[in-house]
């Protein structure tokens, strides 16, 4: 791993088992710097448990896990993980309801994250404008002083993607960002990510083979806690292995 | 839609509802602060005297606020539900009737200048360490916050690192009440056992029983009241406030921005026993006592009901809280002392399942509590600060 570029993301024969069953078995792949990646499976493929492999909240039985090719993430906690510059959205939009969409924001952006500083932390009028230039980026601007909880579904997910781009990450993780939006919405959002990607790589977990068309990226098909093919949506739709686990049963 | 327009109106009225609420807040402490007057300048014949118990009564409700507001400071923003405040409040309260036994001096009934009398008829013969130092009046002040924040920041750092949260906490926070009450009630402890700490004589050379000097901590209480609102607003309306609200409703999101969750409970958890500290040591020369049954688990949950009925999530609310139920608690016990335990309960079954704000729900007051509108049982779980079981992923 010391051949430079290093890929962004880089795993190698991940293992993790609850009570004996295999959520991921081996797997391996790497995300290259400024790369959209998406990555779909049935349920039960294990994506979500990768996401947590990576962001600290479950350790591996076996196997690596590295980010830009130095820092270990098998050995760090959920907090210096994010503050390296892993940001991950969750499957349910999450998003502090009681607290404005300019503050929500705000929260996120980055910034001393020590108790003592952010007791008489302001914000300097480069953050706030920062802050309104990803307001605009996720649409939300005309919503900046209403409550993140009295946004439609669609919106809390794009808050919570703006929230993750204040934190500056090099990479996002993005679970399944168009579950339940409309049709409007989710070609809104594959615009919005499409955008994102190039100068950060991000990571698209997603069911909907639309969206994923839309996304036009390399895709990886994760299955029983492997992958199962990688390569243009065109490909892995036509490999028989997938065929066989989607619609072979 | 006349969206901007209606929230330019709707802030208008707020920061005019604001202008309101400060108003009233001012007349309220300006009536308070003069309170006293009306026991010291007014002859005790007229019909406008007040008596001493009352100046005494209404100290006591000063400093319940101000344990109030401590509790508030971590339910009501951090949703972390502590059933052991009582405690920092009692150590606090300990720490000043230390001071207050040492003030007594060679005026005690065994004459012995060092020595509480508690502790010549245990035969001690000398001051144990942990009573040197508190003849010092500053010394005293400092073990008032010291302590309890000292204790609440070891207790805090090993439960919110190991990410205990919900009924758990709540669940030994008042085991850690109830273990120090039977500890303090242990003779050889060195604190006066079941009987505390009494008989004080003066403080600072004031004698305790002369009404200026009752007016003199009535004040104490009334300022201290008003800064720790202050510092409690401030800390509130800080960038750290907004990150404690975040942790009170979607902890794992602000663990994922990179903030120590942990670090950011501690702080809070550790100022409100500071607090809670503080208010222990202004009641204890105004009741004259302190005695293990401070360390009560009822104790302490009473205290939660008052943040829960004046609204927690609210400052105000938390100190209208304490004043109700205490006045109610005063007013009702002495018709029907043997209801009020029930009617206690009633109340706080009550506004859990009707006025999830509070009082100062009622009010309309916009406070930063979590909204809840229908009552239900998720009230309560939002009380306990647990959240409802999320749906699991579905794992074949």
Redo the contacts between chains.
């Keep these: 791993m010391t051949k430079p570029p290093n890929p962004v993301l880089y795993l190698d024969d991940v293992t993790v088992s ?1 009570d004996g ?1 295999k ?1 991921l078995n081996g797997l391996s792949f790497v995300v290259e710097r400024g790369e959209l990646r998406t990555i779909i499976g049935p ?2 493929a294990g994506k ?1 448990t990768m996401m947590d492999v990576i ?1 600290g909240k479950t350790r591996p039985d076996k196997g690596t896990a590295f980010f830009k090719g130095v820092h270990d993430l098998t050995k760090l906690d ?2 210096s993980i ?2 390296l510059g892993i ?2 959205k ?3 939009p ?6 404005t969409v300019f ?1 929500n924001l ?3 952006l980055k910034a001393d ?4 500083v ?4 302001g914000l300097a009028p480069a953050q706030k404008e920062r802050i309104e230039a990803v307001m605009e980026q996720i649409g939300l601007s ?1 919503r900046a ?1 209403d409550l993140a ?1 009295l946004l439609s579904h669609g919106q809390r997910q794009w808050l919570e993607i703006g ?1 993750l781009l204040m ?1 500056d990450p090099e990479l996002l993780l993005v679970d399944e960002p168009v579950a339940g939006m409309t049709d409007h919405e989710t070609e809104q959002t594959a615009i919005l990510l499409k955008g994102i990607a190039g100068q950060r790589s991000v990571v698209v977990v997603e069911h909907d083979m639309e969206f994923v068309r839309a996304l036009a990226t390399k895709v990886t098909v994760l299955h029983e806690g492997s992958v199962l093919s990688e390569g243009t949506v065109d490909h892995v739709q036509n490999d028989a292995k997938v065929i066989e686990v989607y619609l072979g049963r | 839609m006349s ?1 901007p327009l209606n ?1 330019s109106l709707a802030a208008g009225m707020e920061t005019k509802a604001r202008l309101y609420v400060r108003a009233a807040l001012l007349i309220v402490i300006a009536l308070l602060a003069a309170l006293p007057l009306l026991n010291l300048l007014v002859p005790p014949g007229s019909s406008l005297y007040l008596p001493d118990f009352a100046v005494k009564l209404v100290g006591k409700w000063l400093c319940f606020a101000i344990l109030a507001l401590a509790i508030d400071l971590v339910w009501g923003y951090v949703g972390i539900l502590s059933l052991g405040h009582g405690a920092f409040f009692a150590l606090g309260g300990y720490a000043m009737g230390m001071y207050l036994m040492r003030a007594i001096g060679d005026r005690g009934v065994y004459k012995n200048p060092i020595l509480p009398d508690f502790m010549v008829f245990l035969n001690w013969k000398e001051l144990p360490w942990y009573w040197w130092g508190f003849d010092n009046f500053l010394f005293a002040l400092a073990m008032v916050v010291l302590v309890p924040g000292l204790l609440a920041f070891v207790f805090g750092w090993l439960a919110f690192r190991s990410r205990i949260t919900g009924v758990y906490l709540s669940i030994i926070t008042q085991a850690m009440t109830f273990a120090l009450m039977l500890a303090f009630f242990r003779n050889d402890m060195g604190f006066g056992g079941n009987n505390g700490m009494t008989d004080f004589k003066d403080i600072l050379g004031f004698p305790l029983n002369t009404d200026a000097t009752r007016a003199g901590l009535y004040w104490a209480s009334l300022l201290m009241l008003v800064l720790t609102f202050l510092l409690c607003r401030m ?1 509130v309306r ?3 406030g ?2 404690l ?2 942790v009170r ?2 902890e ?10 942990t ?2 409970k ?2 809070a958890f550790t100022l409100s026993a500071m607090i809670a500290g503080v208010a222990g040591a202004l009641y204890v020369p105004q009741v004259g006592i302190i005695n293990p049954s401070e360390f009560s688990p009822a104790a302490s949950i009473e205290a939660v009901i008052w943040v829960a009925v004046g609204g927690r999530g609210s400052l105000v609310g938390a100190v209208l809280g304490a004043f109700v139920v205490n006045g109610a608690k005063s007013w009702l016990t002495s018709y029907a002392p043997e209801y009020w335990l029930f009617i206690l309960g009633g109340i706080f079954v009550a506004v859990t399942l009707f006025l999830p704000r509070g009082l100062i729900g009622l009010l309309g007051k916009k406070g ?1 509590g ?2 809840v509108t229908k009552p239900t049982m998720a009230n309560l779980s939002a009380m306990l600060g647990t959240v409802p079981p ?1 749906p699991k ?4």
């Design positions: 609850f069953f959520a349920n039960g979500t962001t959920e907090e994010a503050n940001g991950r969750f499957q349910r999450t998003v502090f309801d009681n607290h503050e705000e929260l996120a994250r020590r108790a003592f952010t007791l008489f932390a005309a002083r909880g929230m934190q | 969206g929230r800390v800080s960038k750290l907004r990150v609200t975040a409703d979607a794992s999101r602000v663990r994922f921005l990179g903030y120590s969750v670090n950011y501690l702080f930063n979590p909204r999320e992923e579905q794992r074949p």
